[in-house]
């Protein structure tokens, strides 16, 4: 089994700032892209930021320059750290790793559990 598990959500100031992480665990072979989306009431799933084993990014549109994602690969984590955070950020944000499992020869989707992001004064 694979485990994502996400921390550091909470509630924040417009303007204010946030550190997500997600660590991977279990039979783990290895970890290509890794990532976060995020879910807002009423909307469908999308990409916050990705990221691949050997650190090419992208964002989305609306989170460039505001939002880092980074990666360790020798500790399976993955973390988004979100600056000059504005209301349209709230959402539930997922973790997300394609994970080859050991043993296995393909790689799988993961998500974690999700960890809520309030942007509010």
């Known amino acids: 089994q694979v485990q994502l598990v996400e921390s550091g959500g909470g509630l924040v100031q417009p303007g204010g700032s946030l550190r997500l992480s997600c660590a991977a665990s279990g039979s783990i072979g290895s970890i290509n892209d890794m990532g976060w989306y995020r879910q807002a009431p009423g909307k469908q799933r999308e990409l916050v930021a990705r990221i691949s084993n050997g650190g090419s990014t992208n964002y989305a549109d609306s989170v460039k320059g505001r939002f880092t994602i980074s990666r360790d690969n020798a500790r399976k984590t993955v973390t988004l750290q979100m600056n000059s955070l504005k209301p349209e950020d709230t959402a539930v944000y997922y973790c997300?790793?394609?994970?080859?499992?050991?043993?296995?020869?393909?790689?799988?989707?993961?998500w974690g559990q999700g960890t809520q992001v309030t942007v509010s004064s």
């Open positions: 997300n790793a394609d994970v080859r499992r050991r043993g296995w020869g393909r790689y799988d989707d993961y």
